[in-house]
């Protein structure tokens, strides 16, 4: 709720937003709230004082740009079906795609959201499967949908990421969670991969250490920025919020 108007309203006409509530809400919330707070705390910093890019990674995935304690931007929108590469959800696409499906192949609706809600994403592109285990796994023995999977998934989340860098100007870490996010290495290192040119590095053991609960930093002592691994738990934001009205 604190981004600012030019981060949640679409490009349509002003009375959409105004008489029908149409724009960007993003979701994840509460995982990117525990995630800001606990950062802050490895950082030493104030909340308020904490810029981060966080990414919730899992069957749903989203990225939050948060700068001096607020959100500011986020990859969900409307629906959760915006942004990232997901589990079964496509993520970006070109608006004028459910129109053709519509028309070239007599599809309704109701099965065009189904499509592109219960049938794309990682599952989608690798026609194998949405549990991000499962593909790197046949990855590497030379899948190569999974391959194709994990690229595309990896280079959309690096470019959500490294856009977000204009809305947090006083960066001071990226951050992965979720099941994704907490567990996968190899999409770490594939995703940070491509920000060597902005001097941001990821140190290969502490990556591959940093897993099953365990987080912590994974950047090297020469990155540009720190990247952190930090186990989310929505769970626990949701009952202190809640206790606040007991």
């Not at 990225?63 to 959760?80: C, K, N, R, Y």
């Not at 502490?206 to 990247?227: D, H, Q």
């Amino acid at each position: 709720q604190s981004m600012p108007q030019k981060a949640f309203i679409y490009a349509l006409p002003i009375e959409l937003y105004k008489e029908h509530g149409i724009r960007r809400y993003g979701f994840h919330g509460t995982s990117h709230k525990f995630i800001l707070d606990s950062t802050a705390g490895l950082l030493n910093k104030p909340v308020s004082q904490t810029s981060i890019i966080s990414a919730h990674l899992g069957n749903g995935c989203s990225v939050s740009a948060i700068e001096q304690g607020e959100a500011v931007d986020t990859s969900l929108g409307f629906t959760p079906l915006e942004g990232l590469v997901m589990g079964t959800r496509c993520g970006d696409l070109d608006p004028s795609l459910p129109g053709t499906l519509q028309k070239k192949l007599g599809k309704t609706a109701d099965e065009i959201n189904d499509l592109l809600n219960k049938q794309s994403g990682l599952l989608g592109i690798s026609a194998l499967s949405n549990d991000c285990r499962t593909l790197e796994d046949e990855a590497l023995k030379g899948h190569e949908g999974a391959q194709l999977a994990i690229e595309i998934f990896c280079y959309r989340l690096a470019k959500y990421i490294s856009g977000y860098m204009v809305s947090v100007p006083s960066l001071d870490a990226i951050v992965f969670t979720g099941g994704i996010g907490e567990n996968s290495s190899l999409i770490r290192e594939t995703t940070m991969g491509y920000f060597k040119h902005f001097g941001i590095t990821v140190d290969e053991q502490k990556n591959l250490e940093a897993r099953f609960g365990k987080g912590g930093e994974i950047s090297t002592s020469s990155s540009t920025t720190s990247v952190f691994v930090v186990p989310t738990n929505e769970e626990w934001v949701i009952a202190a919020e809640a206790a606040e009205f007991a």
